[in-house]
């Protein structure tokens, strides 16, 4: 396990590297397609005290154009009427940059799912597309799955995400 870890890690740094140095026009292939979904933890059963933070569900979809398009769901599941729509234009470095962390995580060679034992966790869930290939990745509970290499790759792309893209909750930030 630890040689595997290792391996990747080393792979991980040769793509960033890689990825650097090819920075230039062809940086965003033009099937670039990414979609973020995050979805809030569950309230605690029985919980008292303090009100939970109220964050609600939201999916980013960002295209090779630059237009990123965010939905927020403020209601409750299935609602047409709570969800709020925001679009906005991501200049072009930062598209490049977010195609590089996402070449450098090797993010298509992540497993499809990351999860630890049943609980309420938030979920993070990225789908890629680019260069002719699609990979979904869901990860239950990030906070939960530290030391984990591979999710720490797919928190690089994620938090990249994020610093393109501000997400709507107050206070939410990257991971």
């Excluded at 906005?88 to 499809?112: C, D, G, I, T, Y």
């Excluded at 999710?151 to 994020?162: D, G, H, Y």
């Amino acid at each position: 396990m630890l040689i595997r870890r290792v391996v990747f890690s080393i792979c991980a740094s040769l793509a960033l590297l890689g990825a650097s140095a090819a920075m230039g026009a062809d940086a965003v292939p033009r099937d670039f397609r990414l979609t973020a979904e995050y979805y809030p933890a569950l309230p605690a059963v029985g919980a008292e005290g303090s009100a939970p933070r109220e964050w609600h569900r939201w999916t980013l979809t960002l295209s090779a154009d630059g237009k990123a398009v965010q939905e927020v769901q403020r209601s409750g599941r299935g609602s047409p009427k709570g969800i709020h729509t925001r679009s906005v234009k991501v200049p072009r470095r930062e598209l490049e940059q977010l195609v590089a962390v996402v070449r450098a995580a090797n993010f298509h060679s992540l497993a499809p799912e990351y999860t630890f034992e049943v609980s309420p966790a938030a979920a993070l869930v990225l789908r890629i597309t680019m260069d002719e290939r699609s990979h979904e990745v869901t990860v239950y509970g990030p906070d939960k799955r530290t030391g984990d290499p591979e999710v720490a790759a797919f928190l690089r792309v994620w938090n990249q995400t994020l610093r393109v893209v501000p997400p709507p909750n107050p206070g939410q930030g990257p991971e």
